[in-house]
């Protein structure tokens, strides 16, 4: 995969401002380069195909959609970003559904760290 | 009885008993023809006023009526040859009894036209019988008849519409074609009415039926024999053959009005029966009595001002119609009830009025049952309101919490984090103790889950009911062997009803059953999700000592549902639930 940033860069997705403040802080401590945040599904492709980001840490429940249909939306733009979801809830709330998506991974809000998050993504 | 029916009647008998006299006089009719032919028609006159008397609203009884002096104006020249005005009018009838035979047989009982092509049948009739008459009013006369059909008759009176001579004997041929036309359609018409006709209407209109078929075959084979239509005053087989038909009508009318007394004797059978009939089985009673598998009874609840079904549940009043009919039981004004039938029922009006006053004696208990299961069945669904208000409660809760609290908690976390890794190695121990706060943090994390999951798992909201149960099958201590759980989506308190159903049979078996293993097997037939769960345990478990199960049983009686619990000490226990899919 090929960018312009030296370090990594993601997009935050969450619809609640408070997490996506203290994520990006965390990520950006981290060694990512937050390039944007969206509060909900929409946004978040919208401000997908602006920014061209490395990584979408994406929420699964959001106001307008399911994180799940958001991520397969993203795995289906040109320049496919690695998606990782999280959420507050834990991975047995998710059910079968973590099983089928076409996400990297799932990191729980609880357990998010940007050295969790570097292991997930891997080597871009 | 109104004065128009009392006059029509005096002119009818009149009519009958001057052609009686008439046709003895000039020895047009054997005395047996013209008793047969006369008495006859007063006796259908009679029956024809009696049917408008009763039956005000219908067609049937004045259609009758005109179809009887249609049949008998034509004579008026046999009496009254001199007279100009009976002459005509006499020509004006002349076939005028065909489109009014074909109206009262094809509109009976309902007294209305079913459908398109008995309207168009009968208003070419009409206007058969117009066509018919017009050229003879206009050119005919009888003492110089120019028509091979015509006797001369000297002393007779033109019409007063004739404009002048022409010969008219190949029009009234053509038309005596379509006259057999007409037969053969009419024939079709009353075979299809028979076919489509309720069950009821079949009973009551066959014998009217058969005489419309009578009088359409008589012609049809007096047409096949003779090309034309028949002299009957002049053929005296015919004579017979044709006034039986011309009388089959009102005769078909009299029997259904006899075979309608007959029934009222199934009132009083109406009276026994109710005696052992057990409340809420009336409106098969009255059924059955008025011989209408289709009769509904709306019971009238003066406490909700509304009608409703035995069972309790609304009844939606339909308006009068072709294919239903209202007849209050009571006062009209204030009915106790309403029976809603099949419209051919008010042909037995008597029938109709005798029963709804039989069935009063039960209607008292009948109310008051039918009050009762209103009552119940509000109970129920007030049950399942509650249920429900429940769920969305447990719902919201959940929401709040995962969005407030554990929110809040999770950003406390995060910075937490932050600020551990922006501490400098002179931090004075200060990394312990934000470790120390980030463990803490952590367990009530989990705590707050596990309270938000227990009052509603969003794995269900969300995802549904497969992957909830799968979700307690992996939580649960003892192995789960999941079965069967179906894809699909159900209505939310049946899922929640399914989940907290399990969920806490589960934490049963996990606290008291020593089991090494249970089965859980869910399915739906698009009507009914069914459980059924079962350990191989010590079983033993009684459900009315612990709350939980009682509890569950609650919900799920409160959606319709039901549950069964078999618990011999030694077999494990084994819990099957039915509920409802919405």
Redesign the interface.
């Known amino acids: 995969m090929c960018h312009d940033h030296p370090m990594p860069t993601a997009l935050v997705v969450d619809d ?1 401002p ?2 996506r ?3 990006r ?2 990520l950006e ?2 060694g990512f380069v937050v390039v944007g945040e969206a509060e909900d599904g929409a946004s978040a492709l919208a401000r997908a195909r602006d920014t061209q980001p490395d990584v979408v840490l994406l929420d699964v ?1 959001l106001p307008d959609a ?1 994180g799940f249909e958001v991520a397969e939306l993203l795995a289906a733009e040109p320049r496919r970003p690695v998606v990782v979801l999280t959420s ?3 991975a ?6 973590l099983d089928r998506t076409s996400a990297r991974g799932f990191i729980s ?2 357990d ?2 940007a050295e969790s998050l570097a292991t997930m993504v891997g080597e871009l | 009885m109104r004065p128009a029916l009392v006059v029509t009647w005096a002119v009818g008998a009149a009519l009958c008993t001057t052609l009686f006299v008439g046709a003895l006089h000039g020895d047009w009719l054997s005395p047996a023809q013209a008793a047969y032919a006369y008495g006859g028609t007063f006796a259908a006159i009679t029956l024809g006023v009696l049917v408008w008397r009763r039956r005000p609203d219908s067609r049937t009884g004045p259609l009758l009526t005109a179809m009887v002096f249609a049949g008998i104006l034509p004579d008026l020249d046999t009496v009254f040859y001199r007279s100009a005005l009976a002459v005509t009018i006499g020509l004006a009838a002349t076939e005028l009894l065909i489109p009014l035979y074909g109206h009262v047989v094809l509109s009976y009982p309902t007294g209305r036209l079913g459908g398109r092509a008995e309207r168009v049948l009968v208003a070419l009739a009409y206007v058969y019988a117009a066509v018919y008459a017009l050229p003879l009013l206009l050119f005919y006369s009888p003492a110089q008849p120019h028509d091979q059909r015509v006797f001369e008759c000297l002393p007779c009176a033109d019409p007063l519409t004739r404009v002048g001579w022409y010969d008219v004997t190949g029009l009234r041929d053509a038309l005596d074609k379509v006259l057999f036309v007409f037969a053969v359609l009419f024939l079709g018409l009353l075979a299809r009415k028979l076919i489509v006709s309720t069950r009821t209407q079949r009973r009551i209109s066959l014998p009217l039926l058969a005489a419309g078929a009578f009088g359409a075959g008589e012609y049809i084979v007096q047409y096949s024999i003779f090309g034309t239509q028949v002299d009957s005053w002049h053929n005296e087989t015919w004579f017979w053959i044709v006034t039986s038909a011309n009388l089959a009508i009102p005769s078909a009318l009299a029997a259904g009005l006899l075979w309608g007394r007959a029934a009222r004797s199934g009132v009083a059978d109406l009276v026994l029966e109710l005696e052992r009939t057990p409340t809420g089985s009336l409106r098969a009673a009255l059924a059955r009595t008025l011989g209408d598998p289709s009769l509904e009874l709306a019971l009238w609840l003066p406490e909700r001002g509304t009608f409703v079904h035995g069972d309790g549940t609304p009844f939606g009043v339909p308006a009068p119609s072709a294919s239903r009919a209202v007849t209050p039981i009571g006062p009209a004004s204030e009915p106790l009830a309403l029976m809603v039938h099949d419209p051919a029922l008010l042909e037995r009006r008597a029938l109709l009025d005798a029963t709804g006053a039989a069935a009063r004696l039960a209607l008292e208990n009948e109310r008051l049952h039918a009050e009762l299961q209103a009552q119940l069945a509000e109970i129920r669904a007030s049950r399942a309101r509650i249920v429900e208000a429940g769920d969305v409660e447990r719902r919201r809760l959940e929401r709040d919490l995962h969005d407030g609290a554990q929110q809040r908690l999770l950003g406390i976390g995060l910075a937490l984090q932050l600020a551990r890794s922006q501490l400098g190695p002179d931090a004075n121990g200060a990394a312990e103790l934000l470790a120390e706060a980030d463990s803490e943090l952590r367990a009530a994390l989990d705590e707050l889950r596990e309270l938000a999951r227990g009052i509603h798992p969003a794995v269900l909201t969300e995802q549904g009911l497969a992957p909830a149960l799968r979700t307690l099958a992996e939580r649960s201590p003892v192995p789960v062997h999941v079965l069967d759980a179906p894809a699909e989506r159900f209505a939310a308190p049946s899922e929640a009803a399914v989940y907290f159903l399990v969920s806490e049979a589960l934490a049963n078996v996990a606290k008291h059953a020593r089991a090494s293993s249970v089965r859980l097997r869910v399915e739906s037939d698009g009507a009914t999700i069914a459980v059924d769960l079962e350990d191989d345990g010590i079983g033993g478990a009684d459900p009315e000592r612990g709350s939980g199960l009682r509890g569950l049983a609650d919900r799920i009686h409160a959606l319709d549902g039901r549950v069964t619990i078999r618990s011999d000490p030694g077999s494990g226990t084994t819990i099957h639930a039915e509920i409802p899919c919405a």
């Open positions: 609640h408070s997490f403040r203290f994520a802080r965390l401590a981290g429940l399911n507050s809830r834990s047995d709330d998710l059910g079968a559904s809000k609880r998010l760290t």
